[in-house]
């Protein structure tokens, strides 16, 4: 039997599902990203780079 810290995971999500996340742009120098049903989950940033095709 293994340990546990009391807590139960619950709505995370399946394994190799990804979440689904938005950008937004708020201003030019300023993007947020936010994870879809999961207000908590965002990140601004001032730099954020285009990937390659």
Do not use: K, Q, Y
Not at 18 to 45: G, K, L, Q
């Amino acid at each position: 039997m293994g340990t546990t810290d009391g807590r139960t995971e619950t709505g995370g999500p399946e394994e190799g599902e990804r979440p689904v996340v938005a950008v937004h742009e708020c201003s030019p120098d300023r993007v947020v990203f936010i994870e879809e049903e999961n207000p908590d989950a965002w990140i601004a940033t001032d730099l954020s780079v285009d990937l390659p095709d």
